[in-house]
C-alpha cells in the first residue's frame, strides 16, 4: 500500500480531511507538562490522544523541535515512535520545507524518511528538480511541494510572471505533468487564497493539496474547501496546528473542525 493509499484509507475510515498541526511551541505548552524529561513530547502524546478519532495527518513543524536542541529532537523521534506504534494508519508529515543541492537533499531524505520515519515532507521547489530528486525517487514516500503558500508576503516571489503566468502556476504545472512520475508527490496551496486554490485545482487534477492556512492565519473553511477539493469530495488535507493544541478542549476543536469542512465535500 502506498503512502497516498494509506492516506486515502483514513480517511475513508475517519471520515475526516483534517490534519492536526503539533507546532508545539514550548512557551505555550500548559505548565503540567512543562516538567516532564520531553515536555514536547509528553504535550504532544497528549494531543495525539485527544485528537486522533477525527485526524487523518498529524505534521510536526521541524523548528519548534530543533529549538529545543536534543532533548527537541529526541521527543520528535519519540513521537514519530509513538504514532508508529499506536496509530500507524495516520499519515505524518515532516513540515521541514527542504530543498538544497543534491548530496545535502541525500541527507535530509534520509533523516526524516529513515531515522525520523516520516510518511511525507513539505519540499521547497525553488533549487529545481535535480535538488529534490533524493524525495522524489522515494516512490515509497510523499513529496510535499511549496506551491502557494499561506503567509502574506507569497506574492513577493510568487507572484512573479513566468512566461506570462504567475510563479505558483508554474511550479504546479511542473509537479503535476514533470515532477510526479512515481505518483507522490502533493502541493501546498493556502487557504487564504482561495481563488488560487480553485486555479490549482484545475490545473493538478485530482492530486492531493496539503492545505494550510485555516484557524489562526484567517483562511475561511468553507470557502477553502469549496475551492480546493477534488472532483471526488477528496484531495485535501486540511491542516489547522494552534487552533486545536492550544485550546482548553482540543478533542472539541479537532472534532468541530472534521465536521465543519466535511459540510463543504
Not at 11 to 16: F, L, M
Not at 17 to 36: K, M, Q, T, W
Not at 139 to 163: A, F, W, Y
Request: aromatic share 10%.
Amino acid at each position: 500500500m502506498s503512502i497516498l493509499e494509506k492516506y486515502n484509507r483514513r480517511v475513508e475510515v475517519a471520515n475526516s480531511l483534517l490534519c492536526v498541526g503539533l507546532d508545539s511551541a514550548f512557551e505555550r505548552i500548559p505548565e503540567p507538562y512543562i516538567n516532564h524529561e520531553y515536555p514536547l513530547f509528553t504535550f504532544n502524546r497528549w494531543i495525539i490522544e485527544q485528537t486522533h478519532a477525527y485526524a487523518s495527518a498529524f505534521k510536526p513543524n521541524m523548528a519548534f523541535y530543533e529549538a529545543r536542541g536534543d532533548r527537541g529532537m529526541r521527543s520528535l523521534r519519540m513521537t514519530l515512535e509513538y504514532l508508529q506504534l499506536h496509530h500507524p494508519d495516520i499519515l505524518t508529515i515532516c513540515d521541514a520545507k527542504r530543498g538544497d543541492v543534491p548530496s545535502t537533499s541525500e541527507a535530509y531524505a534520509s533523516a526524516i524518511f529513515d531515522w525520523f520515519g516520516f510518511d511525507a515532507v513539505t519540499l521547497n521547489p525553488y533549487l529545481g528538480k535535480d535538488a529534490l530528486q533524493p524525495f522524489l525517487s522515494r516512490e515509497d514516500k510523499v513529496c510535499i511541494i511549496l506551491c502557494r503558500t499561506s503567509n502574506p508576503g507569497s506574492g513577493e516571489l510568487q507572484d512573479m510572471l513566468v512566461n506570462g503566468q504567475p510563479l505558483w502556476q508554474t511550479v504546479a504545472h511542473k509537479v503535476a505533468n514533470e515532477w510526479n512520475d512515481k505518483q507522490n508527490c502533493m502541493v501546498v496551496v493556502g487557504a487564504t487564497y482561495p481563488d488560487e486554490l480553485k486555479q490549482v485545482r484545475q490545473q493538478i487534477g485530482d492530486m492531493t493539496i496539503l492545505l494550510p492556512g485555516i484557524g489562526m492565519q484567517g483562511g475561511e473553511v468553507e470557502q477553502a474547501v469549496r475551492a480546493g477539493v477534488s472532483d471526488s469530495g477528496n484531495g485535501l488535507i486540511v491542516n489547522a496546528s494552534r487552533s486545536i493544541i492550544f485550546t482548553d478542549d482540543p478533542e472539541a476543536a479537532a472534532r468541530s473542525l472534521r465536521d465543519e469542512i466535511n459540510l463543504y465535500r
